[in-house]
């Protein structure tokens, strides 16, 4: 599994066989021998004669274990399914025989209702195994039903057997005589039957399609009342050392006293009543917890008493996908009543919610639901309320009478200042003939005088699939030229400002006055700047005209490489400039109040949102590979880390933090980090062949575009 790096059908197919082996074999196997003889001992019968787990059950378990795990490795789902279905008859045998026990002496303590609890869920999950498996349209949606189990074999299963077996053996263990165990029983059975309703109430309600407010809710609620039995285990403790030190009383028979147990009818009322109560808190905190609509469907038409009926119904089937609305745009004319058939066909829990108010149920995979919207007035737009969902894509506009009003998946007709960030999608993929910036390094000339005109052009420039802004630009791109030379180089620019607004430039490796080098120019004038570079380091060159971190915002930054003496020789060099875009409208400038708000809409290496993701870095394994990094800002710092890989060299702003191994010669570093305008370089070697994502471990910078994929070949 580790060396399919978590990708594939194959993954997926030993993924459902680990789980399969680990659940009902490791795990299964040995509660089911243990219950076997826990059981009855817990409910004070007698096991008469050899148990079934002893008999013929076991190797019938254990080929069934046998057949799901041939059929993960052999690519046949139905396989795996009957081998659960082996597995189960199995099972029922040994549940069977511990129904008859359960005949002879009903349950009246914690532990024996959790154990009874977990053996029904083990045998739900075991036949949810086998189902999600058979009836999956892939091993990749197989696997993802299979992981939703999890869950619940773990606490409805797991943690009741634990919990049960425990509140029957700690007083055994314990000892102390009669009287001790008696009282040390009493105190860890204390609110059983309350606490055991609560548990397999709140798991049986999360198997509902709710929201994940809700969901929230019953699992805080579960583990709260699972955790009460350390409070009780601490009391119980303290009763036992208490009784075993009183002097000991005979009892005659006769004069045995009843104990009166609390009525199971008030215990279970009192949980029902905790269990309605979290599910209404979780209601009022989430009106989609329960499916229902917040507001009538005149108000959900947006501004539809202005409008008038036409009496026609606009039906509109929507499906759910990819974490996408599929259409994500729907045209109905005014004064129409629109109706939307939402199918959720992803592999995952998703809703809708309108921007008027109106929230749909939430849909579990493969569910459908008939959303009323009423009469459309007005544009309005929609997305999926789940956790993140929003923030990835899932977003959709209605629009009235085919005007654009502002919606976001209409470029050309957007309303003037609306933000490029509605059209983010973070999984569009670039078009076939997208080709990403070269982020090979070329070495540095001979040359000890290095002469460069940079021309300041606004040029409209693809950012991420489907949005442009027009970026200030050095000599067309963002970034701009990278220059690179060494230690008493001499740089010779040439400033030209063929832009629309007043310009400067700073070279951070030039050790000079800004006084006049660093002025701004106007529109059609040209400077000419001059340094020789007496340091080493990777250095951050930008526009500094105020607002500069507008002008920097909007693609005014470059890097300048001035090479450390005595750099070892590698076989393959990059640069990657990390740097931050907050999206003004389609096609046009910098949003500033954007930028003071410090929260990017997309960060980026070498000016394009994952485009090392879709044309990946070339490498080779066994080679050694030196990659630049600059974080060229505004406002976001980078932390680079090449998932899989180590770093053996670290060169951090003029100065190796780690050098081949540093002192022990084994040492090595994770990610190389970064504030604004730092920079440095590490070096690495690939040891095997496979895609090795590399990311700003600054994770919510990655899931906005800082992140990219080094294809090693063998």
């Given at each position: ?100 026990h359960l005949r002879r002496a009903p349950a009246v303590t914690f532990a024996a209702w959790s154990l009874g609890a977990a053996q029904i869920w083990f045998a739900l999950c075991t036949a949810g195994f086998g189902l999600l498996v058979a009836l ?579």
């Open positions: 599994m580790a060396r399919l790096d978590g990708g594939g059908e194959a993954y997926e197919r030993l993924f459902i066989g680990h789980l399969g082996l680990n659940l009902l074999g490791w795990v299964g196997l040995t509660v089911i021998g243990t219950v076997a003889l826990l059981w009855p001992t817990v409910l004070h019968t007698r096991v008469e004669g050899a148990t079934v787990a002893a008999g013929s059950t076991l190797p019938v378990l254990a080929g069934g274990l046998g057949l799901l795990l041939v059929g993960c490795l052999a690519d046949q789902r139905m396989l795996v399914a009957l081998g659960v279905l082996i597995y189960l008859v199995a099972l029922g045998r040994v549940l069977w025989e511990g129904i008859g999956a349209p892939s091993w990749a949606a197989a696997a993802a039903g299979v992981e939703t189990l999890v869950p619940y074999f773990a606490i409805g299963f797991a943690a009741q057997i634990l919990l049960g077996a425990l509140s029957y053996l700690v007083p055994v263990v314990l000892g102390g005589g009669p009287a001790a165990l008696k009282a040390t029983a009493a105190e860890l059975d204390r609110g059983g039957l309350f606490r055991v309703v609560v548990v397999n109430g709140a798991l049986a309600l999360s198997l509902l399609p709710i929201s994940s407010t809700l969901t929230v809710a019953l699992s805080v609620l579960i583990v709260a009342t699972l955790a009460g039995f350390l409070v009780l285990f601490t009391r119980a403790l303290r009763v036992n050392r208490r009784v075993r030190v009183l002097p000991l009383v005979r009892v005659v028979p006769g004069e045995r006293t009843a104990v009166d147990r609390p009525r199971a009818a008030g215990r279970m009322l009192a949980a029902a009543s905790v269990l309605l109560l979290t599910v209404t808190v979780g209601i009022v905190l989430d009106p989609a917890s329960a499916g229902l609509w917040t507001v009538s469907t005149q108000a959900a038409g947006s501004s539809a008493a202005g409008a008038a009926a036409t009496g026609h119904t606009t039906t509109v089937a929507v499906d759910m996908v990819d974490t996408r609305f599929v259409p994500d745009r729907i045209e109905v004319p005014v004064g129409d009543e629109l109706v939307i058939t939402l199918t959720n066909s992803d592999e995952m829990v998703h809703n809708l919610v309108l921007q008027s108010g109106l929230v749909s149920g939430s849909l579990e995979p493969g569910a459908s639901e008939t959303v009323n919207v009423g009469v459309i007035g007005a544009s309005v737009a929609g997305w999926c309320s789940i956790a993140g969902h929003r923030l990835q894509g899932m977003e959709i506009s209605i629009v009235a009478g085919g005007a654009a009003s502002g919606t976001h998946s209409d470029h050309g007709a957007a309303a003037a200042g609306a933000s490029a960030a509605e059209d983010l999608d973070p999984m569009a993929e670039p078009d076939a003939g997208f080709e990403a910036r070269d982020a090979v390094l070329p070495p540095a000339s001979s040359a000890k005088v290095h002469r460069q005109t940079l021309t300041v052009q606004n040029i409209e420039t693809e950012v991420t699939p489907g949005v442009t802004q027009m970026l200030w630009t050095f000599n067309g791109t963002a970034p701009g030229p990278t220059l690179r030379g060494t230690v008493g180089d001499v740089f010779e620019i040439t400033l030209v400002n063929e832009g629309t607004v007043g310009h400067s430039i700073d070279f951070h490796a030039g050790d000079i006055a800004p006084d006049a080098v660093m002025r701004t120019i106007a529109p059609g004038e040209s400077l000419f700047y001059t340094f020789t570079a007496t340091r080493s380091g990777i250095w951050l060159y930008h526009c500094s005209t105020m607002p500069m971190s507008v002008h920097i915002a909007n693609g005014m930054f470059g890097a300048v490489i001035i090479d450390p003496p005595g750099r070892a020789e590698v076989d393959r060099e990059y640069l990657l400039v990390q740097s931050e875009l907050y999206l003004g409208a389609q096609g046009g400038e910098v949003d500033a109040v954007k930028v003071a708000t410090q929260i990017p809409d997309i960060v980026v290496f070498n000016g394009y949102a994952n485009q090392y993701a879709a044309r990946p870095l070339e490498a080779t394994a066994g080679e050694t590979v030196r990659v630049w990094v600059l974080a060229a800002g505004p406002n976001v710092g980078s932390a680079f880390h090449v998932v899989g890989g180590q770093f053996s060299t670290v060169y951090k702003e003029g100065d190796y933090l780690l050098k081949h191994g540093g002192s022990t010669g084994s040492g090595g570093s994770q990610v190389l980090d970064l504030a604004v305008a730092q920079g440095g370089f590490v070096e690495l070697s690939f040891t095997q062949p496979g895609d090795y994502p590399f990311v700003s471990h600054i994770m919510s910078d990655a899931e906005k575009g800082a992140r990219g994929i080094f294809e090693v070949l063998p």
